[in-house]
């Protein structure tokens, strides 16, 4: 056996592969662990065999980019190996993600805690923008958490580097609801300031427990958007009317966010505006949020150990979810969040993965090679 | 080994410390000796392999092959990496593209030996994976239908190989980046020449000499792009270095007197060589290559197929041991009904069914 198989087999040794815990759209996910150290691990199948060009694009950035970067808010990728026809990602085991807390009805968060996600959040990011790369896939359930409560950003997926600043770009990322108006508009020249605005998404989403922009369409979307903060005028955002897929949606006005974030600190409201700016550029970036005052303002953010945990496990629920239990009678805030609730649950996997698929469908038949 | 540490860094931002957490500078930099010390391992180790195949085949065959030197090897890995860029031209891949396809190549190399793997197909399989790792993916048809006689298998069989091969460490810091970064600076530096231009060309025409030199195994983009430049255009060169150095934290930085020895051996080594292979001596190269060919790893071979036929055989043995296991489970349940026997074969995961 050739040296490189052999020292594949060995890696391949190192980890035991228990029960499966999740399905994504192209990998499936088991629990496992390292046999010298019992370590608990997730080891992320993903089959090759069955892409006609070979190992997938999403796989090839997921390794990529987890192979380069280290941080306490990055999920951690252990080891790589191969076998027969499949790819194995061995990554640091996370118990929940942000989504699952959101939705737990039993969990109430304080001010601090949100902080303190929200400071985690921006440390991971920061960390990715340092190092040149964007996620563009951000949204509660790609943050997962550690038993720990440490908050790590996952599915790099969709991720790509953007140290040329005149490479044009595929706007087909982002989920719906956590994606900027300039890539609704069909920008194809855009940078960090893309994550950013899904991270402000998910900020409004922690204070209101449910998503903030839920769009139904990407029409929609644009719609939902500007309801909430007002349609950009010209100088709010200059030369957006220009951009490729750019479309009157209709005149909302510009409402203040207090009247929707009524507990929120003027602090935490001031960061969010910051975050939702129309124009990429002037939107602050993950590096600024860190000094913003929200960060230094009392109430200082949780300790993560001492942070909201979801009763039931993150296997637990993907198992549920594989089998169509949705739960119907939970009890929400109201009718609308119940809804959307449902929506999220029933439609919105769907779609995203349908738009996943577009995105790597386009990368391979796109006229220009860049995406 | 690093003893040479990374020179000033190439850009306004503050890449340094990035680049020295990256896999490149982790795993990926060899000083020459080592070099050449691991390409002697791999040939001997090689050459004891096929020799050993060879006399189970036929005793006494082997006594009158001729075995590639590490230098006959190196020789016909430099052909295939020109064969890199005469693609990437009639693809119009990025620069990018190239150079990393290059890069995997040659990392390839320094885990296994041409006698192994012929740099054909795994110079179409680099090229093909790094189209995919820069994000500017084509579809294997393409690809292939493009390329006389290759198949989609050609490039696909080997995937796995490469891609573990380079430790699934696809991210690459290229010195062409590095060189960009510092034209971008030269814009800062008082006397400079206003049209950077011709520099920036003739520079990047030494960048990509060096791409057939070992100079990016041994040295750090920023060096190799300041090598370049200095070949290109030495005042600029030196002026820019002087612009940088004094705000380049003194622990890591190189000595302006250390920097201008690396910077003096990159030039060297591109001016000595950077430049093609004669094809006349790489044809006897590859002519003796057939002779002497593992041959486990040709296709339809006797060697070959004595091994496929051993691999099977453990696989039929593991399969039967497991079916084995499974009924003496069931057979553990019986004496109390059907009940317990449901349990393991519930048990049995499917999905991994094709898993090892
Ligand atoms: N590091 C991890 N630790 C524990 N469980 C995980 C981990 N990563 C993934 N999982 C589980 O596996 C499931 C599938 O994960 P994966 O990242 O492949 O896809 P996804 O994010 O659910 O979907 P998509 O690929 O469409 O984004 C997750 O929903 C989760 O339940
Ligand atoms: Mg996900």
Redesign the pocket.
Known sequence: MDAVEKANLERQKRWAKDQK?????????Y?GREFATGRK??I?KIKVGQFKDGLDM?AIREVKYLRELRHQNV?ELLDVFSSKTNLNLV?????S?LEMIIKDRSLVFLPADIKSWMAMTFRGLEFCHRNFILHR?LKP??L?VASDGHL?I??F?LARDFADPGYKMTCQVITRWYRPPELLFGSRYYGSAVDIWSVGTIFAELMLRIPYLPGESDMDQLKTIFRALGTPTEEDWPGHTKLPDYIPVGQFPKTPLRDLFTAASADALNLLNKCLIYEPRKRISAKEALFHPYFTALPYPTHPSKLPKCTTH??A??LE?VDGNVEMNSTGPGVKANNSRLKRKLSS?DE??KA?LIARRLDFTKQTPHS | MLTVEPAPSASPTPKRPIYESSTQFRNWRFSPEQLSQLRSTLNASAVAVIRNTLENEKPGSSSVVSFLTVEEEHLLVKLYVTKITQLCGLFRFPEEVEATAITYLKRFYLKNTVMDWHPKNVMLTALFLATKTTNNPISLEAYTTHIPKTAPSDVLDLEFLVAQSLGFEFAVWHSHRALWGMILDMQNIPDCPSDTKPIYESALAHVRASRLTDAELVYTPSQIALAALSLAAPEVASQWSLSKSPSEPSSSLLSSETLHAVVETIKSLITSAGHPPHVEAVREVDRRLKLCKNPEKIVGSHAYLAKKAEEEKKAEAKRNKKASETSQAMKDGDPFGNELIKAPIGLVDYDDEDDD
């Open positions: 815990v999740g399905e994504g759209a192209y990998a499936v996910v629990r691990v997730a992320k999403s999920i990554l640091e085991f996370l118990d993600d896939d359930n790609n997962l790590k996952a599915d997926g993150l296997s629920r993907a979810e996997p995203d993965s996943r």
